[in-house]
């Protein structure tokens, strides 16, 4: 699928995002499974939060992490998109 | 050491106000009596948390029977788990379901039996339709997400675009058409169960046409009829390698039917703690990894997707939980499925259902 730089991705209903102790990890919990997320995708989902665009997230996490494009955070958002994690407007 | 589990299935207690013929629980179900206590619940809880298990699947039976469900939904969320629970809707009343909700259920999972009133208190053996109706508005009113999920045989197959439209209409995100697998109760259903391959052929596209148009809308995972494949379905993601199930007696299984594998010795809670039979019990380890399969399975690539397929099901068709899925066209016994096949999809006699009963 194709998401565009101005939709707005958000976290599903009935998505809980956690960190594991006993993994040390941030993970995602939905009804179907978990996903266990490594720092970059936890700061993603994190920034999911129904008003950032996928634009305004690769410019927040451009000063985090150096190196973070657009174009990657578009393909994580995709991926969450399939596994039910994220849903996107617009 | 194997990897952390995800999820810990919670059989709370085996009674059940449904009585459907092809339930999941065994041919001999734990009775109230035999039932784990509302701290040796917390005890499990706790453990299977600080194993790894992130997910708490609350089931049974009917887990609404337990009157301390509350406390252990309770005590599931503040271990920061996911709380699923797993009902018939019979006993989900509106404020049953928002005070669960307030204590932390996340999501819930409800089943049924067919797409019509009549047609699923045939199988329910009890009139369980409307509350299903009512129950989903419920869950739906306290936006909760929702799952429907119904087992499919040749009784309610003819029927799946209605329940497409059914689970559609209850406001479900997510729908679980599962063809039926044989173990315990199926098994002994199995005459009455078994789908033909007309039905089968009929239902199949318009499984896919639905997934397709529901797309983003409502999910719809479907279970093959495995019977009727060239190859088994997966054995989850491997024995013991994501989630552990705990009888409502505190038995612990590596798969929820593995019962029937009475060459398995099973560990209960009231002996062991939850990170030593993950770990290090035989029933565990006995099909973990590939080292166990033998052949065909041993040096077949599928061996990857597919785990060799089930292990019950081996042993209840062949005696040997070690062997190929007899389901597989490779299997040396594919022909005993074949048999079966012949004589149980049309019998010249149906038998009557036997509904699930406690003895
Ligand atoms: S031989 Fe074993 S691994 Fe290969 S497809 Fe059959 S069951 Fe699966
Ligand atoms: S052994 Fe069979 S019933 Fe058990 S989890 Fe595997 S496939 Fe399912």
Redesign the interface.
């Known amino acids: 699928m194709t998401i565009a730089l101005d939709a707005v991705p958000r976290i599903?209903?009935?998505v809980?995002c956690?960190y594991?102790q006993?993994?040390e990890a941030h993970?995602v919990?939905?009804?179907?499974?978990?996903l266990v997320l490594n720092e970059t995708a936890a700061s993603v989902v994190a920034l999911c939060d129904g008003v950032r665009s996928i634009g305004d997230i690769a410019v927040a996490l451009a000063d985090e992490y150096a190196g973070v494009e657009p174009g990657d955070v578009t393909s994580l958002v995709a991926r969450m998109v399939e596994r039910?994690v994220v849903d996107v407007d617009g | 050491m194997a990897d952390a589990p995800f999820g810990l299935l919670a059989e709370l207690t085996h009674r059940c106000p449904l009585q459907c013929g092809y339930c999941s629980n065994p041919l001999e179900l734990v009775r109230r009596d035999a039932e784990l206590a509302t701290e040796d619940w917390r005890r499990v809880f706790d453990q299977a948390r600080s194993l790894g298990c992130l997910q708490i699947h609350l089931s049974g039976g009917e887990p609404l029977l337990r009157p301390d469900l509350p406390e252990l939904v309770a005590h599931a969320n503040s271990l920061g788990c996911y709380v699923n629970l797993v009902t018939s809707g019979v006993g989900l009343s509106r404020d049953r379901l928002r005070s669960l909700a307030s204590l932390g259920v996340d999501h819930v999972q409800l089943s049924l039996q067919d797409a019509t009133r009549e047609g699923n208190d045939r199988i329910a053996g009890i009139k369980a339709f409307d509350r299903k109706v009512e129950a989903a508005a419920h869950v739906l009113d306290e936006g909760l997400p929702l799952t429907v999920n119904t087992v499919l045989h040749r009784q309610n197959l003819d029927n799946i675009a209605g329940i497409i439209t059914m689970a559609e209409r209850m406001g479900a995100e997510r729908l679980e058409l599962a063809n039926t697998q044989y173990y315990g109760w199926a098994l002994r259903n199995r005459a009455v169960l078994l789908p033909t391959r007309e039905q089968l052929a009929v239902a199949d596209p318009i499984v896919a046409a639905a997934q397709e148009r529901l797309r983003g809308r409502m999910e719809i995972v479907y279970v093959i009829a495995d019977y009727h494949e060239a190859h088994p379905k997966p054995c989850m993601y491997g024995w013991g390698a994501r989630q552990l199930t705990v009888a409502p007696n505190g038995d612990v299984l590596p798969c929820p039917a593995a019962t029937v594998i009475s060459s398995l010795e099973i560990e209960n809670v009231r002996d062991s703690s939850l990170h030593d039979i993950w770990h290090h019990s035989p029933s565990f380890n006995a099909f973990r990894g590939f080292e166990w399969m033998k052949d065909p399975c041993r040096s077949c690539p599928r061996k990857e997707v597919d785990f060799g397929g089930c292990r019950c099901q081996a042993f209840q068709l062949t005696g040997d939980a070690a062997t190929t899925d007899p389901v597989c066209s490779l299997s040396p016994d594919r022909s005993t499925v074949d048999l079966i096949l012949e004589t149980e999809m049309k019998p010249a006699e149906v038998p009557a259902m036997a509904m699930r009963k406690m003895q």
Do not use: A, N, Q
């Open positions: 599903r209903r009935g809980k956690t594991d006993i993994r993970v919990l939905f009804p179907e499974g978990v039910r």
